[in-house]
């Protein structure tokens, strides 16, 4: 049994959550999110609370009880504040910078990357800080993700991509004789 699933999620002033067939939609003041819901999940809005139950129980219908409901609850908060995750640059001619919808990275390759930005996330770069926004908080997550795989923090000289208070733990270096 899911603990988050029992749960009850509450709906805030200025949200308004539907639901249609197996869809579920939740506007806010930032914006629509749309979700489509398993069919072995029944979703009920009443009195200002979304309540999510199970219609069968079987191991699936178990495993996704306390995800759907974990999902909703981030929609419902990415509609009325939406999902910021920052990304910081270290290393020596290490840059990135945004042009149109796609952002450019230098990372010490032979060849600068481009990735492309997702229509549902904004990025800013703010003195060397990427910070990227969206009331999807899987669209934000994946592409920080995405941008931090291209070349992770290493141990030794701490050179690479890490997330905003991101602690990277330091080797030692080789023993002089």
Same mark, same amino acid.
């Given at each position: 049994?899911?603990?988050?699933?029992?749960?009850?999620?509450?709906?805030?002033?200025?949200?308004?959550?539907? !639901?249609?067939?197996?869809?579920?939609?939740?506007?806010?003041?930032?914006?629509?999110?749309?979700?489509?819901?398993?069919?072995?999940? #029944?979703? $009920?809005?009443?009195?200002?609370?979304?309540?999510?139950?199970?219609?069968?129980?079987?191991?699936?219908?178990?495993?996704?009880?306390?995800?759907?409901?974990?999902? &909703?609850?981030?929609?419902?908060?990415?509609?009325?504040?939406?999902?910021?995750?920052?990304?910081?640059?270290?290393?020596?001619?290490? $840059?990135?910078?945004?042009?149109?919808?796609?952002?450019?990275?230098?990372?010490?390759?032979?060849?600068?990357?481009?990735? $492309? !930005?997702?229509?549902?996330?904004?990025?800013? &770069?703010?003195?060397?800080?990427?910070?990227?926004?969206?009331?999807?908080? #899987?669209?934000?997550?994946?592409?920080?993700?995405?941008?931090?795989?291209?070349?992770?923090?290493?141990?030794?000289?701490?050179?690479? &991509?890490?997330?905003?208070?991101?602690? !990277?733990?330091?080797?030692?270096?080789?023993?002089?004789?």
């Amino acid at each position: 049994m899911s603990r988050i699933g029992k749960k009850p999620v509450t709906i805030p002033e200025k949200t308004e959550v539907t !639901i249609s067939g197996n869809v579920l939609t939740v506007k806010g003041p930032a914006g629509t999110l749309t979700r489509t819901i398993a069919p072995s999940l #029944d979703v $009920k809005v009443a009195d200002k609370q979304v309540v999510v139950t199970l219609k069968s129980e079987t191991p699936e219908a178990a495993v996704l009880w306390g995800t759907i409901t974990s999902h &909703i609850s981030n929609m419902i908060e990415g509609v009325n504040t939406p999902f910021v995750k920052r990304l910081l640059v270290e290393g020596v001619g290490y $840059k990135w910078e945004v042009k149109g919808d796609t952002l450019h990275l230098n990372l010490g390759f032979s060849h600068p990357v481009a990735v $492309k !930005i997702p229509a549902e996330v904004k990025v800013v &770069i703010e003195k060397g800080v990427l910070v990227a926004t969206s009331i999807d908080k #899987d669209a934000v997550g994946q592409f920080v993700a995405y941008v931090r795989n291209f070349r992770k923090p290493e141990p030794f000289k701490g050179k690479g &991509i890490r997330y905003e208070g991101e602690v !990277i733990r330091r080797k030692e270096g080789k023993k002089t004789a």
